[in-house]
């Protein structure tokens, strides 16, 4: 069992930046990679990016070239750098854990991010 804290969401503009981050306690010992998932108003959560202990990362496409998913492992944490925000990326981020060979049931309380002119 882990727990995930999130933070650093807020409201920006179209074309601006911010960068998430979440730390996660409990079994650390068994994460073998971290993850971005987000979930819009209506919509399904859906995996933005998720990267392993020895760096291998994946992107959603809508994301490809403008989020960077970043970890360090020293601190079970891990973040996403979010350039030129679109109001489509406005959503709740909840990070997440491969413990094992899967996603964690554990979630944390989400960070909004809102993208707005």
């Known amino acids: 069992q882990v727990q995930l804290v999130e933070s650093g969401g807020g409201l920006v503009q179209p074309g601006g930046s911010l960068r998430l981050s979440c730390a996660a306690s409990?079994?650390?010992?068994?994460?073998?990679?971290m993850g971005w998932y987000r979930q819009a108003p209506g919509r399904q959560r859906e995996l933005v990016a998720h990267?392993?202990?020895?760096?291998?990362?994946t992107y959603v496409d809508s994301v490809k070239g403008r989020f960077t998913i970043s970890k360090d492992n020293s601190k079970s944490t891990v973040f996403l750098q979010m350039n030129s925000l679109k109001p489509e990326d406005t959503a709740v981020y909840y990070c997440?854990?491969?413990?094992?060979?899967?996603?964690?049931?554990?979630w944390g309380q989400g960070t909004q991010v809102t993208v707005s002119s």
């Open positions: 990267i392993t202990n020895s760096g291998i990362t």
């Open positions: 409990g079994s650390v010992s068994r994460i073998n990679a």
């Open positions: 997440n854990v491969i413990l094992g060979w899967r996603w964690s049931d554990d």
